[in-house]
């Protein structure tokens, strides 16, 4: 065991040139932390003998120089890293959903750079409100009275709730009751905003005179959640939004409606019209509607309430908002998006709705230019057995369109001589990383969610990981 003797000390180390210039660089508890866990890891190499006893102390000091370096890389690095989608899921949640269109990017960007007028009214010289921003864009292109951003959707409908029926009955569906990943569940959520769930109807059909018989004095609310990740089909029967504005105008009840993804524009075309959008659920009298900002909005990570004027400023009366607020770069990157809209040509601006639409013919083509750079680099590599252009089937993801497939156009690559897992894991752990998907013994690019320069960079991203 005399080999642990030759293990350089802390102090030895910090003697070091490149050492030195990490202290010039980073602060010294830092570096001589990693310091101490490098050295700390050779010691355990060296006593489970998977490094050599008989190593010399120059041999050692390189090898620990080495760790260091790695340890300053990780950890100066930062935990998020780029991946390149080859799923063909546009909205995937653990791939941070949607990419923001460039002119967004541009304004959160001189947002973030400078100070702004976030809750300064210029013109008065006075405080203003953050929910300011936002509010007018959103109404004129809704719709509706009134508008506020939080958060998260989650949080939208969290707050709608408290403000609107804490301590009240709120009735539901059964075939609403839904689940979103990441543990979002309609009846959690409802007993932490305070409210109580009535459920009514069954998981297959709900009628309106469920719900009208479920009213008494304690009522606080009609609900509606869209089954975004779901869909119930066969015998069924749902209540129609137009339905639930009636009963709860008779009856002075506010109706509510979580539509989960939120479209903005008509999707028809693009083959998505058996959901309403936001502004056909306005039109249909719903007093409050809830979306996320980073689902088929094509934002960023936010909550968007509209709805009529007297509920929306009881919200933002709420001390709850207080605590669900967005910054300003939420707000940036929101009205960043939503000018977008007021362009007329959201579906070419917005890179969520862009891969939405894409015509088949241009897929095709990007599939081919995969298919020709992955041959020429690849063409020598023993470990690719096959590479061919395959139709696909692709996702709207995000919990939208669930049992919805967008055709389109891939890259099926086959090895041989490596395990796939392995392979996806490797592919994984590059930079930037690759996600693609696994199917039988192959794996599958799709390229309707590649974006800007992802197809020229995947031939040496495979050949690498190949390596
Ligand atoms: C996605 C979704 C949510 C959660 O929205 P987040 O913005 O992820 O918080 C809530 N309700 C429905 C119906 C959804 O589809």
């Not at 998260?152 to 009751?177: C, D, F, P, W, Y």
């Not at 089954?227 to 009963?247: A, M, P, R």
């Not at 897929?363 to 470990?383: C, V, W």
């Amino acid at each position: 065991m005399n080999g642990l003797q030759n293990i350089p000390s802390v102090d030895e180390v910090l003697s070091n040139a490149l050492i030195k210039g990490y202290l010039e660089e980073y602060n010294r508890e830092f570096i001589v932390t990693l310091i101490r866990k490098a050295i700390d890891e050779l010691r355990k190499e060296m006593l489970s003998q998977k490094l050599d006893n008989s190593l010399t102390r120059p041999q050692l000091a390189k090898l620990l120089l080495e760790k260091i370096e790695r340890l300053v890389e990780v950890k100066t690095a930062g935990t998020l890293s780029k991946v390149i989608n080859g799923t063909g899921v546009i909205l995937h949640t653990n791939m941070g959903r949607a990419p923001l269109p460039k002119p967004a990017i541009d304004y959160m960007v001189e947002m973030a750079s400078n100070y702004n007028n976030l809750e300064l009214d210029l013109l008065q010289g006075e405080r203003g409100s953050r929910y300011s921003h936002v509010e007018q864009l959103l109404i004129d292109i809704t719709g509706a009275e009134a508008a506020l951003v939080v958060n998260n959707n989650a949080a939208a409908v969290m707050l709608g709730l408290n403000t609107l029926a804490n301590a009240k009955e709120v009735i539901v569906s059964r075939g609403q009751l839904v689940e979103i990943g990441g543990a979002f569940r309609i009846p959690e959520v409802m007993k932490l905003s305070g409210a109580r769930l009535v459920e009514v109807g069954t998981t297959n059909k709900t009628y309106l005179k469920d719900f009208e018989e479920a009213i008494n004095e304690e009522t606080g609310l009609l609900f509606m959640a869209h089954t975004s990740n779901y869909k119930i089909i066969g015998f069924t029967e749902e209540v129609k939004v137009e339905e639930l504005v009636k009963l709860g105008r008779t009856n002075n009840l506010p109706v509510m409606y979580d539509l989960g993804s939120g479209i903005l524009c008509d999707l028809s075309k693009e083959g998505l019209d058996d959901e309403p959008t936001v502004q056909q659920c306005v039109a249909a009298g719903a007093d409050i509607i809830t979306f996320s900002g980073d689902k088929l909005l094509g934002g960023p990570q936010a909550g968007i309430i509209i709805g009529k004027k007297e509920y929306i400023e009881a919200m933002k009366k709420n001390q709850l908002t207080r605590a669900l607020r967005v910054d300003k770069l939420t707000i940036a990157a929101l009205e960043g998006t939503l000018i977008e809209y007021l362009s007329g040509k959201p579906q070419e601006n917005i890179p969520v709705l862009a891969m939405l639409s894409i015509k088949n013919d241009k897929l095709h083509s990007k599939a081919q230019e995969l298919l020709n750079l992955l041959k020429i680099e690849l063409k020598d590599n023993l470990k690719v057995s096959r590479i061919d252009l395959v139709a696909v089937e692709d996702m709207v993801g995000g919990g939208a369109y669930p049992t919805y497939y967008i055709p389109g156009y891939g890259v099926e690559i086959k090895f041989q001589g490596i395990n796939l897992e392995e392979m996806a894991k490797r592919l994984r752990i590059n930079t930037p990383a690759l996600v693609g998907r696994l199917q039988d013994d192959s794996m599958l690019l799709s390229v309707r969610t590649l974006l800007d320069g992802d197809v020229e960079q995947i031939p040496n991203l495979i050949n690498r990981a190949l390596g």
